[in-house]
């Protein structure tokens, strides 16, 4: 009989963003596939739960795929989390639920903590209907999304690290003008919150003048 894999939202800064069943589900399962094992360990043992880990990144999913699969199918019951948020969201995940729907294994994903939810409600900017574009390429393909984004009518997300923010902005007002409305959230949930919104000629100014910028970051644009 074919096992489950479990898809576990984890917080994405404040430990307190956990649902009950989500903590049931950790201490139910025989092990947690975790993109970065120290980082659940410590989730773990503040919520004194004891199942084993075992490593799931990007470097290896190729690779563990297709042995994970076959252990699920003989019966496994293992939950999936990523360092924050909800597996498969610009994090590891695609290729095994990918898997094991193909190959017949239940998947049953749990709803909770996801980066790019608040950071959209708390805006202040349209959300009945949106676009979530994740991370832009670094390079080669960028100027595409960024063309193909500027001309969308809803209002589009994008995440950034915060040492490209200042030239994200400089590109996003290249694109789509400097008085289009958006807005920058950092740290969402932790104690240094922030959710500014402004034309993007003014947070521009504002994360210039900051020496650094820290945190992790959503970047949302109105649409045109």
């Known amino acids: 009989m074919s096992g489950k894999l479990y ?32 980082t659940s360990k410590n989730l773990l043992q503040h919520y ?22 076959g ?7 293992w939950a999936l989390v990523t360092d924050a948020g909800s597996p498969g969201i610009s994090d590891p995940g695609f290729l095994l639920v990918r898997a094991c729907v193909e190959a017949g294994v239940r998947v049953e994903a ?10 959209l409600t708390a805006s202040g900017l349209a959300a009945d209907k949106f676009h979530f574009e994740g991370f832009l390429p670094h390079k080669k393909g960028r100027q595409t999304r960024l063309l193909y984004l500027a001309e969308l009518p ?6 950034e690290s915060p040492y490209r923010l200042v030239k994200c902005l400089e590109q ?15 740290e969402i949930t932790k104690m240094f919150e922030e959710v500014t919104t402004a034309p993007l000629s003014e947070l521009l ?14 970047v949302l644009v109105s649409g045109k």
């Open 7 to 38: 898809l576990v939202p984890t917080p994405i800064g404040n430990l307190e963003d956990i649902t009950l069943r989500a903590l049931r589900v950790l201490k139910e399962v025989s092990l947690v596939l975790a993109e970065d094992t120290r």
């Open 48 to 69: 004194d739960i004891a199942t084993p880990l075992r490593p799931f990144h990007a470097h290896n999913e190729h690779k563990v795929t297709e042995g994970l699969v």
């Open 71 to 77: 252990q699920l199918l003989a019966g496994a019951e």
């Open 110 to 119: 749990l709803p909770g903590a996801t980066a790019f939810v608040p950071a």
């Open 154 to 159: 809803v209002t589009f997300i994008l995440y």
């Open 172 to 186: 996003l007002i290249e694109h789509c003008g400097p008085d289009r409305r958006a807005c920058v959230a950092r």
């Open 205 to 218: 100014a504002h994360y210039q003048q900051k020496d650094k910028v820290k945190g992790e970051l959503v």
